[in-house]
Every structure is written in structure tokens, then in C-alpha cells.
């Protein structure tokens, strides 16, 4: 059974608030993402992006850019992700979904960058910049590799095309919780009550809530919410603020545990 599925049943019917975290490939080097995304799978993780760095990364705020920009110019390449997604997915029960933009994949080859994501253990696919409705075979690929690609509900989505949204999408629908990129502290309020309450009544799918989640207090109050919570940024800045000789591992677990 596919992970992701696998662990994403197992939260629901436990009734957990789950987790998923995010990292950069290559960020600040490889082998310390991989220490970082093992830290934050240990902490207690369902899930884990780890994203492919691109040049231009128009949903990511400035702390995912620039780290994106460093693990660039330090000479990452796409077979560097794979080599991590292939690590976390042998030694992590964490779900490891591969999340990138469509040039990386493109240039790579759609059909074969699906067949590489899956022999090196990725459970799925997120790639913000392809439309749903052209993929370029993206979805059928993933699906005839028993994977899938996670799609995502940004506000301003109506009924309608949150359920198509959330049809199409594989485990879970990935849910913004505001306008604008990644990075900013999210306040939710009542516009974000809202949002979720429309993607919840329209959604056929488990929702999971990201876009600048940075602390308990938010993680407690989305509990019995969402069943999803995404941090990204947060675990980015973590990462970029580790001192020489602290052990990246047990920092990141600590990180990982202190958000619920």
C-alpha cells in the first residue's frame, strides 16, 4: 500500500492532527537536509515534502527562496533529490512526497521523472505551477506508477472547483491557508475560519492546512480542525540557523515535537 495512504488512514482513524513537514533538497548541503528531514520524521512527521530547488519559485516567500538559491549555487541536481527521497523513504516510515516546479520536471522528462520518483520511494508528487488541467500526462503517469499528485485549493477557489480540485487529488487536498507566499506568519482569524469551512463543505478529500503554520499556539487551535497541518518555513529557518557541530538530527526532532 502506498505510504501515504498507508499513514494518512491511520491518522484519521486514530483521530491524530497530523503533520507534514518540509524541507529543501541540497539545503544547506545534502547530507545535512537529509539529517533534517530524518529529525523531523523522527519528531513525529505523517508526511514530508522535500522540495527540488528551482531558480524562480513564485509560491515560496524568502526564507524557502533563499534556501533554494543556496542549495542551487552549492551545485545541487535533481539526482541529488532523488538520492535524499531514496534515504528518507528506505529509513523513515514517513510518507515522502516530492515537491517541485514544472520546469525541473519537464526538463527532466514527465514519464521518466514519475519513474524515477517512484523507484527511489516517493509516495507522491506536488507541483504548484501545472495546471489540473494541463499536466502534460503528469497524473496519469503518477497513477499508473501507484502514486499520485496532490493538488492544491488556494482562496478565491469556489465550491465547484474545490471538489474537482479535491476529486482529482491523490490522499488529501493541500489547502492555503491565505493569499500571497509562504513564509508570513498566518493569523487565523475569521476570513481563515471561512476558508477552511468552504473547503471542508466541498472537499471529498482530507484537508491539509499549510502556508506560514510557525507555532503551537496555531497547531493547537487548528486540532480537530484540519487533520493536516503544514509547516514549511518554519522548519527551513530552523535549519538555516543551526550552528556548526549541533546535531542536525535531534534538533530538528526537537523542532518537529515542539509544533504539536
Not at 495512504?5 to 492532527?17: F, V
Not at 544547506?28 to 527540488?52: H, M, N, R, W, Y
Not at 471542508?200 to 486540532?223: H, W
Amino acid at each position: 500500500m502506498n505510504t501515504l495512504l498507508k499513514n494518512l488512514e491511520a491518522g484519521i482513524n486514530n483521530n491524530d492532527c497530523m503533520l507534514m513537514g518540509h524541507v529543501i533538497a541540497g539545503f544547506p548541503d545534502v547530507k545535512t537536509s537529509i539529517e533534517a528531514a530524518k529529525g523531523i520524521c523522527s519528531g513525529g512527521a505523517s508526511f514530508l515534502e522535500v522540495q527540488f530547488p528551482f531558480s524562480d519559485p513564485n509560491a515560496d516567500g524568502p526564507v524557502i527562496e533563499n534556501a533554494c538559491y543556496t542549495s542551487i549555487e552549492n551545485g545541487f541536481t535533481v539526482e541529488d533529490g532523488f538520492k535524499i527521497v531514496r534515504e528518507l523513504s528506505s529509513s523513515t516510515k514517513t510518507a515522502i512526497i516530492i515537491m517541485t516546479y514544472a520546469n525541473i520536471v519537464f526538463k527532466y522528462g514527465v514519464q521518466s521523472f514519475v519513474k524515477k520518483a517512484k523507484e527511489c520511494g516517493a509516495s507522491a508528487l506536488i507541483v504548484p505551477d501545472l495546471p489540473l488541467d494541463h499536466d502534460e500526462g503528469l497524473m496519469h503517469y503518477a497513477t499508473e506508477n501507484d502514486m499520485g499528485v496532490i493538488l492544491i485549493a488556494t482562496p478565491g477557489c469556489d465550491g465547484k472547483r474545490i471538489k474537482d480540485l479535491s476529486e482529482k487529488s491523490f490522499g488529501m487536498l493541500y489547502t492555503v491557508a491565505r493569499r500571497g507566499t509562504t513564509g508570513n506568519k498566518t493569523e487565523l482569524n475569521a476570513e481563515t475560519d471561512e476558508w477552511i469551512q468552504l473547503v471542508k463543505n466541498n472537499s471529498t478529500k482530507p484537508i491539509a492546512l499549510g502556508f506560514g503554520i510557525q507555532s503551537k499556539e496555531q497547531t493547537d487551535k487548528l486540532k480537530g480542525v484540519v487533520p493536516i497541518v503544514i509547516a514549511g518555513s518554519y522548519f527551513v529557518t530552523v535549519i538555516s540557523k543551526l550552528k556548526q557541530n549541533e546535531n542536525v538530527q535531534s534538533e530538528l526532532e526537537k523542532a518537529s515535537k515542539a509544533l504539536f
